[in-house]
């Protein structure tokens, strides 16, 4: 039994090393390496802890190995770093150029140029630098610049949350950390997605990331060329300017002097007045108004409108309305006609985008040549652009107030100066060398537009730029801010009767509007706060107040009859509307679209009879579709 066993054994065995030889055979007739019989029967036997274990150098040998061509990683590697460049670095500026053109003092044919070159730069360093690379860290790396995009795209156009606008208003970024957890929680899924299609699908990898970034710059593009149909693309920047010369300079007789203190709703008025007594005990001769509508609620087109008289239902575009209400507004031009000088000192871009607009009517217009500081511009774009594409977490870096882009944007020796709004340098300069009189004129009205109850709140109470730049504590800010300006207008005061000027002058401080807000209707009353120091009071009378039904008209109305001119056709003057007069006045608030993402969105007519400060008493008479908003949310 034992010998048959035996023999069975061996003819099995016999048949096995025929096979190994057959195998042998033909892999050397294939030209491959092979094992001797001897040496695969070792290899089988042979304990697994002596098979070859990979080495460090094994396992990154492997990371660069690449099979693909080098056309193939090149394609993937520049489109892949052309649609990070083309969105973040021109689509991005440019988007945010076009529809808000009227914020910017500079051109699109001067942003166009160092955009594209920095467009095209950033595609080639990012191409050449993910090409210095194989196999699976080229993977990893493009994933890692592709998902960026893709999150960045998505932020931009889907995952951002009302921010409001970027008008100087302080975010509360602090309680936002929820939000933001969230956030970074979306950019994580979003950004490991390529990679598990990398482990899982390699060629399907590679299709996701050269079409993706194909349909990403498709769809912007054909986004901007819409933009440039629609906007007047190659509008020119007027070369002039509004000039600080005799910012300081009075008539010797016959003075309007304007301060228009931004957002002082009455409500700041009131609380300033309270934190602060020593001002208003120090407003001796003025009248305080209380019941007096403003026009629009933002400063476009209110303080066009007050300095003009011509109204805007934004049914034209905003550069044809400033052309239409400078020509035509006949206010500013009969002073002048009447013999008197004319000094505005506002910013230009919200009010008259062009000075060109008011030549002939304002006489601190001067022209120069105008250079675009490119190094300025294309900063301040790339933050905006950053500001829109980053997520949340990151966007504080990046925050903007888009009120600087008009003082940074252009440099030119011949405009040193231009009339920029700075509150601190203003009252500074003020203080050192004081109030000057220009001998040989008639008379003046001079126009001052200070920052007010307005974002940013850099000045404090006494003139100085609080630590931080904040303006103060909390809630705190606009008040401290407030009282800064008047405390500023009494200092203005002070040089006047040191001067003998003051009981001719007719001082007047007012706002281009109330508090603000993105709403789609008001939520509650905004009233503009007016005081009025008549021409020839001087008997130290403490302050009065009034309740007499009042708006922007009568503001023009005054500024002629303190300078004797005729203002019939401007109706009644402050002074001749009585208290108990029944007046229909009208407001135009910019209402937001539904979800508060546009807020000029709908233009919202109220009518107001009776005391303005009871809301019961403004009633909405129209709401219609805004045609050519002049601010996006």
Not at 251 to 258: D, E, G, R, T
Not at 584 to 609: A, N
């Amino acid at each position: 039994m034992d010998n048959r066993e035996q023999q069975n054994q061996n003819k099995e065995k016999d048949k096995l090393t025929e096979h190994i030889e057959a195998d042998l055979s033909h892999a050397a007739q294939q030209g491959e390496h092979v094992q001797t019989a001897k040496e695969t029967e070792e290899a089988l036997t042979a304990p697994k802890s002596k098979k070859k274990r990979k080495t460090v150098k094994d396992k990154l040998r492997a990371l660069v190995k690449d099979k693909r061509s080098f056309r193939m990683r090149l394609l993937i590697a520049f489109l892949v770093s052309f649609a990070f460049a083309y969105t973040l670095t021109i689509f991005g500026p440019f988007e945010l150029y076009l529809p808000n053109k009227n914020y910017y003092v500079f051109s699109f044919t001067d942003l166009v140029q160092p955009m594209v070159l920095i467009g095209v730069g950033l595609t080639l360093l990012l191409t050449v630098v993910l090409m210095l690379f194989k196999g699976k860290l080229f993977n990893y790396l493009s994933s890692a610049l592709f998902a960026v995009t893709v999150s960045a795209y998505l932020q931009g156009n889907v995952l951002n949350p009302d921010l409001g606008t970027l008008d100087g208003r302080s975010i509360p970024w602090e309680s936002m950390t929820i939000s933001m957890l969230i956030n970074v929680a979306v950019w994580a899924v979003i950004f490991i997605i390529p990679y598990v299609v990398a482990y899982l699908k390699p060629k399907l990898w590679r299709i996701l990331l050269v079409f993706v970034s194909v349909l990403l710059i498709g769809m912007q593009s054909v986004a901007l060329v819409t933009l440039i149909v629609r906007n007047d693309y190659l509008e020119t920047v007027s070369d002039g300017y509004l000039s600080n010369d005799t910012i300081y300079e009075v008539s010797p007789k016959n003075n309007v002097v304007m301060f228009l203190l931004d957002r002082f709703d009455l409500k700041y008025a009131k609380e300033v007045f309270r934190q602060y007594p020593d001002i208003p005990e120090s407003l001796n001769d003025f009248i305080f108004y209380d019941n007096v509508c403003g026009s629009y609620s933002r400063t476009f087109p209110s303080v066009t409108y007050l300095l003009t008289g011509v109204q805007t239902d934004y049914t034209m575009p905003v550069a044809d309305y400033m052309q239409k209400a400078w020509t035509e507004g006949t206010f500013l031009q009969k002073i002048k006609d009447a013999g008197f000088e004319s000094k505005i000192y506002t910013d230009v871009n919200y009010v008259m985008k062009d000075v060109e607009y008011a030549a002939g009517k304002i006489d601190n217009i001067k022209e120069y040549g105008k250079k675009t500081d490119k190094k300025k511009m294309v900063s301040a774009m790339l933050d905006l652009s950053a500001y829109r594409y980053s997520p949340l977490a990151m966007k504080p870096f990046f925050w903007l107030y888009t009120g600087e882009l008009a003082n940074i944007s252009t440099v030119d020796a011949e405009a040193a100066d231009m009339h920029v709004t700075d509150d601190a340098a203003f009252w500074a300069n003020l203080k050192a060398q004081k109030l000057s009189v220009k001998e040989e004129s008639n008379g003046s009205f001079i126009f001052y537009h200070m920052q007010g109850s307005h974002d940013p709140y850099v000045m404090d109470v006494d003139g100085s730029t609080p630590e931080g730049g904040t303006g103060g504590e909390g809630k705190w800010r606009p008040y401290r801010q407030t009282a800064g300006n008047l405390n500023m207008i009494l200092d203005y005061i002070k040089y006047l009767k040191e001067m003998d000027l003051y009981e001719d002058t007719t001082i007047i401080i007012t706002a281009d509007h109330g508090d603000t807000g993105t709403l789609e209707e008001l939520d509650y009353q905004r009233i503009i706060s007016l005081m009025v120091k008549p021409g020839g009071a001087n008997a130290d009378v403490p302050i009065q107040y009034s309740s007499a039904p009042l708006s922007v008209k009568n503001i023009q109305a005054t500024v002629l009859k303190s300078l004797g001119i005729d203002h019939e056709d401007y109706g009644p003057a402050i002074d001749e509307v009585a208290e108990d007069a029944d007046v229909v006045r009208y407001f135009w608030m910019s209402g937001s679209d539904p979800f508060q993402t546009k807020r000029d969105y709908h233009l919202v007519t109220y009518e107001i009879r009776g005391d303005i400060k009871d809301f019961n008493n403004w009633k909405i008479v129209s709401k219609e579709k805004i045609l050519y908003p002049y601010y996006d949310a």
